[in-house]
């Protein structure tokens, strides 16, 4: 018998502790990072469920073990509100399939789907803003297939040209769109138009862009892609995962992709949890969320434009921006170690044409889905781009950097994010 009052506060207090340190972290620090967010009460409750206890093989229907009837259920519940939230208002028929454990698991399995080893593919170049799933060497998706880097031209705007010609000369199999550190709106149909008119699928992997995409203040992929892949935690707002759609006719090759291709059992409590999320992003709250999360970033970046900090490709039309640190003398890293003594978080990246390695960048990425989750509005997000200016003005100066950390603390005090 398990007894239910036994919880790991109760049984584990040397793990409970830094839950506790993770949780209080939190609250008191203003989150840039542009991947994270503050998921729901109602998420966690999802994913912290009885249903992890669960095996699941196979699809609704379907399955490799028994009694899976409620797990069928609200798998069947998670895909249709995923077609409510993204086909539908796009008017298109998609498959979906909600198993994949993260969005790097959802490119994966798009490539054991639809790629034979050493076959060549178009993706966003990682120094450019790509993701490590869309070509990096040592990644799954460098190692065994054949990936071929497009990038940003001088403005620092994608290069569709180049995408024609490079689609043109290696005729590709499939063209990924789709980026992790880019701040302006994509041309999905330019994107498709360049893949049909050399017989290749585009998938769009719009992980960062989920949330506004459902709020409908970012261009829809849908009735352009073939497939689109996503993490469910970014701008979704919904629990650590991914989700593919295909067309109907690549149905059976995604499915296959995915199990067996790549992944055995599904988490059942993770794929309950996205449902919730799912739901969640139907409701007519969730449009304001993500048109605050875009007001928000336009007065983030403003703000810090008119404090003479470069913004790369120029500014902002989504959640995200870019920093270019060197506009203030500075590193990404020395940036990123700068603000974090300030209780600020974000990350370092790599900008176009980046003078320096990866693992220093002369980037800073900032981006408002969490900040605006906790409630945060134009004149937090102002105030919040001066106190970043007023650090990366002053980096040695310790009575700035205590100054501004006191002012964070009492902001983030303002904005809890959970209630209690
Ligand atoms: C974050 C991200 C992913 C991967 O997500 P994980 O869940 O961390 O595997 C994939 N593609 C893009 C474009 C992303 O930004």
């Known amino acids: 018998m398990i007894e239910y009052s036994q919880t790991c506060s109760v049984t584990d207090p040397e793990i409970w502790h830094f839950v506790e340190q993770e949780m209080e972290r939190q ?28 095996l699941t093989e196979g699809l609704p229907g379907r399955r490799y073990y028994g009694g899976c009837d409620y797990i069928d259920e609200i798998e069947r519940i998670a895909i ?30 798009v490539m054991m789907g639809f790629l034979e080893n050493g076959d060549s593919y178009l993706g966003m170049s990682l120094a450019d803003g790509g993701h490590l799933s869309h070509g990096m060497k040592i ?20 290069d569709y040209d180049e995408v024609e010609r490079l689609a043109r000369e290696h005729r590709p199999k499939l063209i990924i769109a789709g980026a992790s550190a880019y701040s302006l709106r994509m041309d999905f149909k330019r994107f498709a138009d360049i893949a049909h008119s050399v017989g290749a699928l585009l998938m769009v992997d719009m992980a960062h862009y989920a949330g506004l995409i459902a709020a409908g203040v970012y261009p829809t992929p849908f009735g352009h892609a073939d497939i689109v892949t996503t993490t469910t935690h970014k701008s979704l707002r919904g629990p650590r995962g991914g989700l593919i759609f295909a067309r109907p006719e690549l149905e059976k090759k995604m499915n296959s992709g995915m199990f067996p291709g790549i992944q055995g059992a599904p988490l059942v409590h993770v794929m309950c949890a ?42 902002t039309e989504s959640h995200m921006m870019l920093l270019d640190c060197r506009s203030k003398g500075m590193t990404g890293k020395a940036a990123e170690t700068l603000l974090s003594r300030a209780h600020i978080t974000a990350n ?52 700035v950097i205590e100054r501004v950390r006191n002012d964070v603390d009492a902001l983030t005090a303002r904005f809890p994010v959970y209630h209690r």
């Open 27 to 54: 609250e008191r620090h203003i989150e840039l990072i542009a991947s994270e967010n503050y998921v729901s009460a109602a998420v966690m409750n999802a994913q912290g469920s009885q249903l992890t206890n669960k």
């Open 80 to 109: 249709r509100r995923a077609q409510q939230v993204f086909c539908e208002p796009a008017g298109v028929e998609m498959a979906v399939n909600v198993q994949p454990h993260s969005g790097a698991q959802a490119n994966q399995a």
């Open 139 to 158: 990644n799954f998706s460098g190692r065994f297939f054949n990936p071929i880097p497009y990038g940003l031209k001088d403005d620092e705007t994608i």
């Open 274 to 315: 996205k449902a919730v999320a799912l739901g969640e992003a139907l409701r007519p709250e969730f449009k304001a969320y993500g048109e605050q999360v875009a007001r928000n970033a336009a007065a983030m970046c403003d703000q810090l434009q008119k404090r003479g900090v470069r913004i790369v490709s120029g500014g």
């Open 348 to 399: 370092k990246n790599a900008i176009h044409n980046d003078p320096e390695k990866p693992s220093i960048g002369s980037g800073l990425r900032f981006g408002t889905p969490a900040v605006t989750t906790r409630g945060f509005r134009e004149e937090e997000c102002r105030m919040t781009a001066d106190f970043v200016v007023d650090l990366l003005e002053h980096p040695d100066d310790e009575a």
